[in-house]
Protein backbone atom coordinates (compact mmCIF):
# COMPACT_ATOMS: atom_id res chain seq x y z
CA UNK A 1 0.00 0.00 0.00
CA UNK A 2 2.95 2.26 0.82
CA UNK A 3 4.07 2.02 -3.03
CA UNK A 4 0.26 2.73 -3.56
CA UNK A 5 0.21 6.01 -1.95
CA UNK A 6 3.87 7.03 -3.08
CA UNK A 7 2.50 7.13 -6.78
CA UNK A 8 -0.89 8.40 -6.45
CA UNK A 9 1.08 11.70 -4.40
CA UNK A 10 3.44 11.85 -7.19
CA UNK A 11 0.59 11.62 -9.63
CA UNK A 12 -1.27 13.86 -7.86
CA UNK A 13 1.48 16.49 -7.90
CA UNK A 14 1.25 16.41 -11.75
CA UNK A 15 -2.29 17.17 -11.89
CA UNK A 16 -3.72 20.26 -14.12
CA UNK A 17 -7.06 21.25 -15.48
CA UNK A 18 -7.85 23.89 -17.66
CA UNK A 19 -11.95 23.89 -17.22
CA UNK A 20 -13.87 23.49 -13.98
CA UNK A 21 -15.55 20.56 -15.64
CA UNK A 22 -12.03 18.72 -15.34
CA UNK A 23 -11.17 19.91 -11.52
CA UNK A 24 -14.83 18.22 -10.62
CA UNK A 25 -13.84 14.91 -12.66
CA UNK A 26 -10.66 15.04 -10.49
CA UNK A 27 -12.01 15.46 -7.17
CA UNK A 28 -14.45 12.54 -8.19
CA UNK A 29 -11.56 10.33 -9.18
CA UNK A 30 -10.05 11.15 -6.65
CA UNK A 31 -12.30 11.89 -3.36
CA UNK A 32 -15.72 11.08 -3.69
CA UNK A 33 -17.08 8.14 -2.01
CA UNK A 34 -16.41 5.72 -4.80
CA UNK A 35 -12.76 7.46 -5.39
CA UNK A 36 -9.37 6.06 -5.42
CA UNK A 37 -8.42 7.50 -1.99
CA UNK A 38 -11.38 6.20 -0.14
CA UNK A 39 -10.82 2.51 -1.79
CA UNK A 40 -7.66 2.85 -0.10
CA UNK A 41 -9.25 3.78 3.18
CA UNK A 42 -11.35 0.73 2.86
CA UNK A 43 -8.65 -1.50 2.46
CA UNK A 44 -6.58 0.05 5.36
CA UNK A 45 -10.06 -1.61 7.60
CA UNK A 46 -8.55 -4.60 6.99
CA UNK A 47 -5.21 -4.50 8.09
CA UNK A 48 -3.60 -5.59 10.76
CA UNK A 49 -2.93 -3.12 14.20
CA UNK A 50 0.90 -2.82 13.09
CA UNK A 51 0.33 -2.29 9.45
CA UNK A 52 -2.36 0.17 10.31
CA UNK A 53 0.83 2.12 12.23
CA UNK A 54 2.59 2.15 9.77
CA UNK A 55 0.08 3.39 7.01
CA UNK A 56 -2.49 5.55 8.69
CA UNK A 57 -0.51 8.74 8.79
CA UNK A 58 0.98 8.59 5.01
CA UNK A 59 -2.99 7.79 4.29
CA UNK A 60 -4.31 10.93 5.32
CA UNK A 61 -1.28 12.73 4.24
CA UNK A 62 -2.17 11.36 0.62
CA UNK A 63 -5.94 12.84 1.25
CA UNK A 64 -4.68 16.09 2.71
CA UNK A 65 -2.77 16.70 -0.33
CA UNK A 66 -5.74 15.47 -2.63
CA UNK A 67 -7.56 18.26 -1.37
CA UNK A 68 -5.64 20.90 -1.16
CA UNK A 69 -4.84 20.15 -4.77
CA UNK A 70 -7.82 20.21 -6.12
CA UNK A 71 -8.76 23.20 -4.39
CA UNK A 72 -6.11 25.09 -5.52
CA UNK A 73 -6.62 24.15 -8.97
CA UNK A 74 -10.06 25.28 -8.79
CA UNK A 75 -9.09 28.87 -6.85
CA UNK A 76 -6.95 29.53 -9.88
CA UNK A 77 -9.25 28.70 -12.48
CA UNK A 78 -11.67 31.17 -10.77
CA UNK A 79 -9.34 33.75 -10.52
CA UNK A 80 -8.82 33.73 -14.08
CA UNK A 81 -12.38 33.41 -14.79
CA UNK A 82 -12.69 36.32 -13.05
CA UNK A 83 -9.97 38.04 -14.64
CA UNK A 84 -11.43 37.76 -18.28
CA UNK A 85 -14.82 38.26 -17.41
CA UNK A 86 -13.93 41.48 -15.60
CA UNK A 87 -13.22 42.71 -18.99
CA UNK A 88 -16.24 41.63 -20.97
CA UNK A 89 -18.54 42.45 -17.91
CA UNK A 90 -19.31 46.20 -18.85
CA UNK A 91 -22.19 46.23 -15.38
CA UNK A 92 -19.02 45.81 -13.33
CA UNK A 93 -16.83 48.37 -11.45
CA UNK A 94 -13.62 48.67 -12.52
CA UNK A 95 -12.64 48.37 -9.07
CA UNK A 96 -14.29 46.63 -6.17
CA UNK A 97 -16.77 48.90 -4.70
CA UNK A 98 -15.96 49.15 -0.67
CA UNK A 99 -18.55 47.84 1.84
CA UNK A 100 -19.55 50.66 4.62
CA UNK A 101 -19.43 49.82 8.18
CA UNK A 102 -21.50 50.42 11.21
CA UNK A 103 -20.97 54.19 12.84
CA UNK A 104 -18.74 53.70 16.34
CA UNK A 105 -21.99 55.11 17.38
CA UNK A 106 -24.54 52.73 16.15
CA UNK A 107 -21.93 50.08 17.72
CA UNK A 108 -21.75 50.73 20.54
CA UNK A 109 -25.78 51.80 21.02
CA UNK A 110 -26.90 48.31 19.81
CA UNK A 111 -24.14 46.80 22.53
CA UNK A 112 -25.90 49.08 25.58
CA UNK A 113 -29.35 47.99 24.01
CA UNK A 114 -28.72 44.42 24.23
CA UNK A 115 -27.24 44.41 27.48
CA UNK A 116 -30.41 46.05 29.08
CA UNK A 117 -32.37 43.70 26.95
CA UNK A 118 -31.26 40.71 28.77
CA UNK A 119 -32.16 42.37 31.57
CA UNK A 120 -35.82 42.52 30.92
CA UNK A 121 -35.92 46.23 29.32
CA UNK A 122 -37.29 47.22 26.37
CA UNK A 123 -36.83 49.77 23.93
CA UNK A 124 -39.20 53.24 23.61
CA UNK A 125 -38.26 56.27 21.47
CA UNK A 126 -39.53 59.83 20.86
CA UNK A 127 -39.63 62.85 18.84
CA UNK A 128 -36.46 64.86 18.44
CA UNK A 129 -38.98 68.28 18.17
CA UNK A 130 -40.25 68.62 21.76
CA UNK A 131 -42.12 70.92 23.83
CA UNK A 132 -41.58 72.34 27.03
CA UNK A 133 -44.12 70.08 28.74
CA UNK A 134 -41.86 66.62 28.07
CA UNK A 135 -38.49 67.90 28.29
CA UNK A 136 -38.84 70.41 31.09
CA UNK A 137 -42.29 70.86 33.00
CA UNK A 138 -43.36 66.84 33.55
CA UNK A 139 -39.91 66.52 34.66
CA UNK A 140 -40.43 68.88 37.34
CA UNK A 141 -37.95 71.83 36.14
CA UNK A 142 -38.74 75.04 38.05
CA UNK A 143 -40.48 77.56 35.69
CA UNK A 144 -37.04 79.57 36.10
CA UNK A 145 -34.38 76.40 36.02
CA UNK A 146 -31.40 77.68 33.91
CA UNK A 147 -31.63 74.23 31.52
CA UNK A 148 -34.58 76.27 29.75
CA UNK A 149 -32.17 79.20 29.02
CA UNK A 150 -31.83 80.29 25.28
CA UNK A 151 -28.29 79.25 26.10
CA UNK A 152 -28.62 75.50 26.45
CA UNK A 153 -31.84 75.02 24.38
CA UNK A 154 -32.37 75.64 20.54
CA UNK A 155 -36.14 76.87 20.56
CA UNK A 156 -37.56 76.63 17.62
CA UNK A 157 -41.21 78.59 18.75
CA UNK A 158 -42.07 79.89 21.94
CA UNK A 159 -45.67 80.92 21.42
CA UNK A 160 -48.22 80.07 21.72
CA UNK A 161 -46.65 76.35 22.20
CA UNK A 162 -43.17 76.49 23.33
CA UNK A 163 -41.64 73.90 20.48
CA UNK A 164 -37.96 73.10 21.17
CA UNK A 165 -35.25 70.69 20.06
CA UNK A 166 -35.34 67.86 23.50
CA UNK A 167 -31.94 68.62 25.28
CA UNK A 168 -31.99 65.36 26.97
CA UNK A 169 -33.81 61.64 26.71
CA UNK A 170 -35.75 62.11 29.48
CA UNK A 171 -38.24 63.05 27.83
CA UNK A 172 -39.13 60.24 26.12
CA UNK A 173 -39.83 58.61 29.96
CA UNK A 174 -43.04 61.28 30.24
CA UNK A 175 -43.93 60.60 27.28
CA UNK A 176 -44.34 56.38 28.14
CA UNK A 177 -45.62 57.00 31.35
CA UNK A 178 -48.41 59.32 30.23
CA UNK A 179 -49.59 55.96 27.80
CA UNK A 180 -48.59 53.29 29.97
CA UNK A 181 -49.30 52.25 33.61
CA UNK A 182 -46.38 50.59 35.76
CA UNK A 183 -45.09 48.07 35.41
CA UNK A 184 -42.69 50.02 32.81
CA UNK A 185 -39.26 49.01 32.00
CA UNK A 186 -37.52 50.70 28.93
CA UNK A 187 -34.52 52.22 28.11
CA UNK A 188 -34.52 55.22 25.22
CA UNK A 189 -31.53 55.91 23.15
CA UNK A 190 -32.04 58.72 21.10
CA UNK A 191 -30.07 61.97 19.73
CA UNK A 192 -30.09 65.97 21.56
CA UNK A 193 -29.22 69.16 21.28
CA UNK A 194 -27.49 71.91 23.24
CA UNK A 195 -26.72 75.03 22.16
CA UNK A 196 -23.06 74.82 22.63
CA UNK A 197 -19.86 75.66 20.96
CA UNK A 198 -18.47 72.84 18.84
CA UNK A 199 -14.82 72.08 20.14
CA UNK A 200 -13.49 68.75 20.84
CA UNK A 201 -15.14 68.19 24.09
CA UNK A 202 -18.56 69.38 23.18
CA UNK A 203 -20.74 69.66 20.14
CA UNK A 204 -24.58 70.81 19.46
CA UNK A 205 -25.84 67.37 19.11
CA UNK A 206 -24.93 63.91 20.49
CA UNK A 207 -26.72 60.81 21.74
CA UNK A 208 -28.10 59.53 24.61
CA UNK A 209 -29.79 56.64 26.17
CA UNK A 210 -32.20 56.87 29.21
CA UNK A 211 -33.40 53.89 31.13
CA UNK A 212 -36.28 53.67 33.48
CA UNK A 213 -38.22 51.27 35.69
CA UNK A 214 -41.13 51.79 37.16
CA UNK A 215 -43.35 49.36 39.61
CA UNK A 216 -44.50 48.73 43.20
CA UNK A 217 -41.88 48.67 45.72
CA UNK A 218 -38.75 49.56 43.63
CA UNK A 219 -35.47 50.79 45.72
CA UNK A 220 -32.09 52.51 45.36
CA UNK A 221 -30.86 49.09 45.60
CA UNK A 222 -32.71 47.60 42.37
CA UNK A 223 -30.94 50.89 40.89
CA UNK A 224 -27.39 49.95 41.74
CA UNK A 225 -27.32 46.57 40.91
CA UNK A 226 -28.87 46.66 37.42
CA UNK A 227 -25.83 49.74 36.85
CA UNK A 228 -23.39 47.68 38.18
CA UNK A 229 -24.05 44.64 36.15
CA UNK A 230 -24.36 47.19 33.13
CA UNK A 231 -20.91 48.41 33.75
CA UNK A 232 -19.48 44.84 34.00
CA UNK A 233 -21.13 43.64 31.01
CA UNK A 234 -19.76 47.04 29.06
CA UNK A 235 -16.05 47.05 30.55
CA UNK A 236 -15.46 43.88 31.81
CA UNK A 237 -15.63 41.71 35.11
CA UNK A 238 -13.31 43.27 37.05
CA UNK A 239 -15.19 47.11 36.96
CA UNK A 240 -16.19 48.56 39.80
CA UNK A 241 -18.45 51.45 40.19
CA UNK A 242 -18.80 54.20 42.34
CA UNK A 243 -21.88 56.68 43.60
CA UNK A 244 -21.82 59.96 44.44
CA UNK A 245 -24.71 62.07 45.58
CA UNK A 246 -25.74 64.62 42.77
CA UNK A 247 -28.62 67.13 41.90
CA UNK A 248 -30.88 66.31 39.04
CA UNK A 249 -34.88 67.63 39.13
CA UNK A 250 -35.88 64.64 38.11
CA UNK A 251 -34.79 62.20 40.55
CA UNK A 252 -34.78 62.40 44.78
CA UNK A 253 -32.12 61.24 45.95
CA UNK A 254 -29.75 61.65 42.72
CA UNK A 255 -26.57 60.38 42.27
CA UNK A 256 -23.94 60.36 39.55
CA UNK A 257 -22.28 57.05 38.65
CA UNK A 258 -18.34 56.53 38.02
CA UNK A 259 -16.77 53.55 36.71
CA UNK A 260 -12.89 52.51 37.48
CA UNK A 261 -10.91 53.89 34.78
CA UNK A 262 -10.83 51.16 32.56
CA UNK A 263 -7.94 52.65 30.59
CA UNK A 264 -5.26 52.62 33.46
CA UNK A 265 -7.50 50.48 35.50
CA UNK A 266 -8.45 52.61 38.26
CA UNK A 267 -4.42 53.60 38.86
CA UNK A 268 -4.90 56.96 37.20
CA UNK A 269 -3.71 58.34 34.02
CA UNK A 270 -4.62 60.78 31.88
CA UNK A 271 -7.94 60.37 30.56
CA UNK A 272 -9.48 59.79 33.87
CA UNK A 273 -7.19 63.03 35.57
CA UNK A 274 -5.41 60.76 37.87
CA UNK A 275 -8.25 59.86 39.74
CA UNK A 276 -8.63 56.42 38.72
CA UNK A 277 -12.73 57.65 38.16
CA UNK A 278 -13.96 58.48 34.99
CA UNK A 279 -18.06 59.33 35.53
CA UNK A 280 -20.67 57.77 32.91
CA UNK A 281 -23.97 58.31 34.24
CA UNK A 282 -26.86 60.15 36.07
CA UNK A 283 -29.34 58.09 38.18
CA UNK A 284 -31.68 58.26 40.84
CA UNK A 285 -35.48 57.69 42.14
CA UNK A 286 -38.24 59.04 40.25
CA UNK A 287 -39.19 62.30 42.11
CA UNK A 288 -42.86 61.54 43.30
CA UNK A 289 -43.89 65.08 41.43
CA UNK A 290 -42.75 63.38 38.53
CA UNK A 291 -45.26 60.20 38.51
CA UNK A 292 -48.13 63.00 40.07
CA UNK A 293 -47.61 64.89 36.08
CA UNK A 294 -47.82 61.52 34.41
CA UNK A 295 -50.84 60.09 35.83
CA UNK A 296 -48.93 57.52 38.02
CA UNK A 297 -50.04 56.91 41.53
CA UNK A 298 -46.95 58.18 43.69
CA UNK A 299 -48.05 56.34 47.04
CA UNK A 300 -48.15 53.20 44.93
CA UNK A 301 -45.66 52.94 42.78
CA UNK A 302 -41.95 53.82 43.17
CA UNK A 303 -39.01 53.71 40.28
CA UNK A 304 -35.74 54.55 39.13
CA UNK A 305 -34.17 56.21 36.11
CA UNK A 306 -30.51 57.07 34.25
CA UNK A 307 -29.34 58.71 32.02
CA UNK A 308 -26.01 57.94 30.22
CA UNK A 309 -24.11 59.92 27.11
CA UNK A 310 -23.16 57.49 24.42
CA UNK A 311 -20.42 59.50 23.12
CA UNK A 312 -18.45 59.13 26.53
CA UNK A 313 -18.89 55.21 26.93
CA UNK A 314 -17.93 54.99 23.19
CA UNK A 315 -14.71 57.24 24.11
CA UNK A 316 -14.43 54.64 27.35
CA UNK A 317 -14.42 51.97 24.60
CA UNK A 318 -12.15 53.02 21.41
CA UNK A 319 -10.79 56.66 22.97
CA UNK A 320 -12.20 58.72 20.22
CA UNK A 321 -10.12 61.89 21.31
CA UNK A 322 -12.24 64.63 19.55
CA UNK A 323 -16.41 64.75 19.16
CA UNK A 324 -16.18 66.03 16.23
CA UNK A 325 -14.91 62.83 14.76
CA UNK A 326 -17.86 61.27 15.15
CA UNK A 327 -20.15 63.78 12.88
CA UNK A 328 -17.43 64.54 10.28
CA UNK A 329 -18.13 60.73 8.44
CA UNK A 330 -14.02 60.43 7.35
CA UNK A 331 -14.30 57.54 6.28
CA UNK A 332 -10.73 56.92 7.29
CA UNK A 333 -12.61 57.00 10.84
CA UNK A 334 -15.05 55.14 10.23
CA UNK A 335 -13.80 52.74 8.46
CA UNK A 336 -11.40 52.39 11.68
CA UNK A 337 -14.62 50.43 13.45
CA UNK A 338 -15.06 47.98 10.60
CA UNK A 339 -13.56 44.81 12.82
CA UNK A 340 -15.20 45.73 15.92
CA UNK A 341 -18.37 44.05 17.45
CA UNK A 342 -21.21 45.15 15.07
N1 LIG B 1 -31.16 63.88 31.68
C1 LIG B 1 -29.86 63.97 32.27
C2 LIG B 1 -28.95 64.77 31.34
O1 LIG B 1 -29.29 65.02 30.26
C3 LIG B 1 -29.28 62.60 32.48
C4 LIG B 1 -30.01 61.88 33.56
C5 LIG B 1 -29.61 62.01 34.86
C6 LIG B 1 -31.09 61.10 33.25
C7 LIG B 1 -30.26 61.36 35.88
C8 LIG B 1 -31.77 60.44 34.28
C9 LIG B 1 -31.34 60.58 35.59
O2 LIG B 1 -32.83 59.66 34.05
O3 LIG B 1 -32.01 59.91 36.58
O4 LIG B 1 -27.87 65.12 31.72
Known sequence: MIDKIQTLTEEIKNLSATLPEQVEELRIKYLS?????????????????????????????????????????????????????AALDLSRTE??????????????????????????????????????????????????????????????????ADVLLRTHTSSV????????QPPVRIICPGRVYRNEAISARAHCFFHQVEGLYIDRNVSFADLKQV???????MFGPQTQIRLRPSYFP?????????????????KGCAFCKGTGWVEILGCG???????????????E?????????????????????DLRMFSENDVRFLSEFEAAKR
Not at 48 to 74: H, M, V, Y
Not at 227 to 233: G, H, I, V
Not at 254 to 263: F, G, K, R, T, W
Request: contains cysteine; aromatic residues 8%.
Open 173 to 180: QTRVMEKA
Open 33 to 85: KKGIISALFNDFRALSPEEKRQLGQPLNILKNFATEKINSLRENLSASASDDS
Open 95 to 160: TPLPLGSRHPLSIVKNEICDIFARMGFSIAEGPEIEDDWHVFSSLNFAADHPARDMQDTFFIARNP
Open 285 to 299: MVDPNVLDACGIDSK
Open 301 to 321: YTGYAFGMGIERITNLKYRVK
Open 250 to 266: FTEPSAEMDISCNICGG
Open 227 to 233: LLTFARE
